[in-house]
């Protein structure tokens, strides 16, 4: 039987860094990963998840199953965090949690319990959108729409083609949205044009999902969550998937969690039940490990408040290699590059073509996917010269 398979190409992401780590040059820049890196290339702990992934071990005294909804005391932070804590539909109970393996695991559950309340959803992405949103959510049967979003002249939201495809959308419809620090190009909505977005989906039906796997580096916790709850605050329903890879750094253990934002408790309930079912078919019980380390973090004034600070420290790092790169090569190149300072989160693209992104590769060992997407985070104080000058040196032939 497995002899009929055939070969699969390799994920293009996983593929180019692997070619990364095995490129021998001192120099090299690896651009690639959507992974955040500090000054010396690693992707640091958090010295909160250190302790409390150090009290867990300590006091850990068995590994039975997670409850099928996973840690409650991550599931009651995480709506904390997402929402606020004085949110009106926290307090009236219209909210529902259920822990999940990672960012990808809340899509997925998100995406079943869609198909089980509106079979014949389209689900609308934006034009460009994170390359695993269709496969993941697309493995469940949903249909797909685009709707435009990124204007590579201007490098900014192209928000009236954006609002003109969104008019298309359907009762039974969900509009896919990146909460904060978007992924791949970095431009985000304002205020003003997420209520635009909470409009129209009242008037026209749709229900938001939003997919906010960033919080926290974009313009910080608060800052980064206004939209989405906006969107809660207006709207009946909004289903929301989170991670805490990247703002607790907690990659390998596969945290997350999805949130459904229903008109009342009882479908909030009805909501989790489906969701519960459908994790039962696809991995039956939720990881423990990073889920109890973000809970005891968010139950934990001190320790919350220490995460909050290294975080805060994590976002003004990335604004100010944001700064730096554009300098750097505004400096090398004679060019506008204001838009890199404008963009939040780890993500970019730098306005070159696959043939260019191909030569920094080939000929400076400077790592970026052919869309000329980087991620800001892999520069630093040691590379952003050499990276300038190697984007002035494909530019300038």
């Known amino acids: ?51 409390a992934q150090q009290a867990l071990v300590a006091e850990e005294q068995t590994k039975v199953y997670m409850p099928p909804a996973g840690d409650e005391a991550y599931n009651t932070g995480m709506r904390r965090l997402l929402l606020g804590g004085d949110s009106r539909v926290l307090a009236e109970g219209r909210v529902s949690t ?20 509106s079979p014949g959803a389209r689900v609308w992405v934006s034009d460009p959108t994170w390359p695993v949103h269709i496969p993941l959510l697309g493995s469940v049967g949903l249909e797909f729409a685009t709707y435009r979003y990124y204007d590579p002249a201007s490098h900014d939201v192209d928000f009236d083609a954006m609002t003109a495809d969104l008019k298309k959308a359907r009762p039974g419809d969900v509009v896919l949205l990146h909460g904060c620090c978007h992924n791949p190009c970095g431009a985000d909505l304002s205020l003003a044009q997420w209520a635009e977005i909470a409009r129209m989906a009242d008037l026209q039906g749709f229900t938001p999902m939003v997919d906010i796997a960033y919080q926290g580096l974009g313009d910080g916790l608060e800052n980064d969550a206004a939209g989405l709850r906006l969107l809660v605050e207006r709207l009946p329903e909004v289903i929301i998937a989170a991670s805490s890879s990247k703002n607790m750094g907690l990659y390998r253990e596969r945290t997350g969690a999805v949130l459904f934002v229903c008109e ?25 490990h990073g889920a109890l380390i973000g809970g005891r973090i968010l139950a934990d004034t001190r320790l919350e408040s220490a995460w909050r600070a290294e975080l805060e420290g994590m976002c003004t790092r990335i604004n100010g290699l944001r700064v730096s790169l554009r300098s750097a090569l505004e400096s090398a190149t004679g060019r506008d590059y204001a838009f890199i300072e404008r963009e939040k989160g780890m993500f970019s693209f730098l306005g070159l073509s696959a043939e260019q992104a191909q030569r920094l590769r080939r000929e400076h060992s400077v790592y970026m996917l052919d869309s000329s997407r980087i991620n800001v985070a892999g520069v630093n104080a040691g590379n952003v010269e050499y990276l300038a000058a190697s984007v002035a040196a494909v530019l300038g032939d």
């Open 1 to 51: 039987m497995l002899e009929h398979l055939q070969a699969l190409p390799t994920d293009p992401v996983l593929g180019l860094a692997a070619e990364a780590r095995a490129d021998s040059n001192p120099e090299k820049v690896d651009l690639t990963l959507g992974v955040y890196m500090d000054e010396d290339g690693l992707c640091p702990v958090f010295a909160a998840v250190r302790e």
């Open 264 to 288: 009342d408790a009882s479908h909030a309930a009805n909501s989790t039940g489906h969701a519960l079912a459908a994790a039962r078919r696809c991995y039956s019980m939720p990881p423990a």
């Open 98 to 117: 259920v822990q999940t393996p990672g960012g990808c695991g809340a899509l997925r559950l998100g995406s079943e319990v869609v198909r089980a309340a």
